[in-house]
């Protein structure tokens, strides 16, 4: 590894103050906002760990997936977005606002990556979709392998959520009177098992293999409706 790849590894990630204090304004308003518009649940907030690094990982079906997850986590989260959010009006705004890392999700980003494992040697959490984007609706799609990378070299601990109730039609529901129910089913950490770095398999497949195992953690706290590719 050269030099300047080294420095750019070893370099820590630490937000702004300023950024820090708006993303706690916006947690805020997010908070006010899901418990006026929703009747939210978050069990298992007792498998968050109270210190050090770890990705979050979560099903992704609408717009309002990572605001809910970021609004209840007891602690602020890096997120790991779609570049294309950088270019919507409003989303933009949030975006820049919350200091969130943009990536290219149809060809290797090295810049995004780095950012990302820095986010992690720096002790911080990381908040991150297996499956690259929206689904619009409930169902699992198949999970990318990108996430199986920052796995492997960050050795951290993944966290599954599951999300329910917050589909494409939530907003329209909530202000016509109907309070939807929001569920952010925190499951146990775990790390990736050994017993799937299966030799006789082409690399490719392995790193499939591994991703598959992430979502079927996220699947497991889901009802069999949202669970989609992985429903097996």
Not at 178 to 194: A, H
Not at 203 to 226: C, F, G, N, T, W
Request: aromatic fraction near 10%.
């Amino acid at each position: 590894m050269t030099t300047a790849k080294t420095a750019v590894l070893s370099k820590l990630y630490r937000p702004t103050p300023q950024t820090r204090a708006a993303r706690e304004v916006v947690r805020s308003i997010f908070r006010g906002i899901y418990y006026l518009f929703s009747r939210i649940k978050s069990p298992g907030r007792e498998n968050i760990p109270a210190r050090g690094p770890y990705m979050v990982v979560f099903n992704h079906v609408s717009i309002y997936d990572p605001p809910v997850v970021a609004a209840f986590w007891p602690y602020q989260l890096e997120i790991l977005g779609a570049v294309e959010v950088w270019s919507r009006k409003g989303q933009a705004f949030l975006a820049r606002l919350w200091g969130g890392i943009p990536i290219h999700r149809t060809e290797i980003h090295r810049e995004a990556i780095d950012q990302t494992l820095s986010v992690l040697r720096s002790d911080l959490p990381l908040l991150i979709s297996p499956e690259g984007g929206r689904s619009h609706l409930p169902g699992l799609r198949k999970a990318k392998t990108g996430v199986v990378y920052i796995a492997e070299v960050s050795k951290v601990p993944i966290i599954p959520v599951g999300l329910t109730g917050t589909t494409d039609d939530f907003f329209q529901r909530a202000i016509h009177g109907y309070r939807p129910n929001i569920d952010v089913t925190i499951g146990q950490p775990f790390t990736l098992p050994e017993a799937l770095n299966d030799q006789t398999l082409p690399p490719r497949d392995v790193r499939q293999r591994k991703a598959d195992y992430i979502m079927s953690r996220v699947a497991a706290l889901l009802p069999p409706a949202y669970r989609g590719y992985y429903n097996v």
